[in-house]
């Protein structure tokens, strides 16, 4: 059975179906959580979230988009949720934020491949900016989406998404500029 497939019958209430989109994008959904929160346990949760929100939501996918891309746009606004809602009962945890990345560094591609520590210091930097900048970045510069589609993605305006980019962007300059990182690792 092809995605399309899959789709029409997870419609009409298979959960067969359904369970095959999910074993077909959980990497995908999983690290995109992964990379917004910064942790596995909150990536977990994250997805979990995302899969059943696009469990209740099936109905309402139109077919515009491929099911992954949909699925980046639950991920991030469920991640987005699940990081306002920790900041708010977070107290005094803040060593949850002390090695954002880090174990799936690897994945991050770019010039700053080059160096490990660079690298290492690029996805510390990610993981600490603010999660709407966090998000833009992750899905322009790792996924390679369009402006368009990120602000497809994220529910903003496509100037939105620029702004959000440079400015996150900026951040990290700053941030890696500050920690002796090159320029044109950012």
Request: hydrophobic share 40%; net charge negative.
């Amino acid at each position: 059975m092809d995605q399309g497939e899959l789709i029409r019958a997870a419609q009409q209430g298979e959960r067969e179906a359904f369970d095959e989109l999910v074993r077909q994008t959980y990497v995908d959904t999983f690290t995109l959580a992964y990379r917004l929160t910064g942790n596995e346990e909150d990536a977990r949760d994250v997805a979990q979230d995302a899969y059943l929100r696009a469990w209740r939501g099936i109905g309402r996918f139109r077919g515009e988009a491929q099911f992954s891309t949909w699925m980046y746009r639950i991920t991030a606004n469920t991640a987005s949720t699940h990081t306002q809602r920790r900041r708010r009962l977070r107290t005094d945890q803040l060593e949850d934020y002390a090695e954002p990345l880090e174990e799936h560094i690897e994945l991050l591609p770019g010039p700053a491949a080059e160096s490990a520590e660079a690298l290492d210091r690029v996805a510390s930097a990610i993981g600490t900016l603010p999660v709407k900048l966090r998000q833009v970045v992750i899905l322009k510069d790792i996924y390679g989406l369009s402006h368009e589609e990120i602000s497809s993605e994220l529910g903003i305006s496509v100037a939105a998404a620029k702004v959000r980019l440079h400015r996150a962007r900026r951040k990290l300059k700053d941030m890696l500029y500050e920690q002796g990182v090159e320029a044109h690792a950012v």
